[in-house]
């Protein structure tokens, strides 16, 4: 129904940045949410930042005034800026979406494929 497409992972050293895209396609009538999740190797997935379809964007902890997160709505696209990266930044990076689709009577949630991110030191 709802495909998501990630780009812009790869290796950056310690105190780089990188940014990572995010782009929906399908049968898409609103999204409710749109964002990134990250699982490091061994441990659990963890949320990372969102926006909502009311304004409001959030984030983690660990990132909050390192990674921005901004959308383009006409391309049903989400960035999410990544400055001054450390080595626990180091993970595969999964972007989501809370969609509306055609012929749906609820939004439903739709995962990409993973984009690695290795920051080195």
């Known amino acids: 129904q709802v495909q998501l497409v990630e780009s812009g992972g790869g290796l950056v050293q310690a105190g780089g940045s990188l940014r990572l895209s995010c782009a929906a396609s399908?049968?898409?009538?609103?999204?409710?949410?749109m964002g990134w999740y990250r699982q490091a190797p061994g441990k659990q997935r963890e949320f990372v930042a969102h926006?909502?379809?009311?304004?409001?964007?959030n984030y983690a902890d660990s990132v909050k005034g390192r990674f921005t997160i901004s959308r383009d709505n006409a391309k049903n696209t989400v960035y999410l800026q990544m400055n001054s990266l450390k080595p626990e930044d180091t993970a595969v990076y999964y972007c989501?979406?809370?969609?509306?689709?055609?012929?749906?009577?609820?939004?439903?949630?739709?995962w990409g494929q993973g984009t690695q991110v290795t920051v080195s030191s």
């Open positions: 926006w909502t379809r009311s304004g409001s964007t």
């Open positions: 989501f979406a809370d969609v509306w689709t055609i012929g749906t009577i609820r939004p439903s949630t739709s």
């Open positions: 399908g049968r898409i009538v609103r999204i409710d949410a």
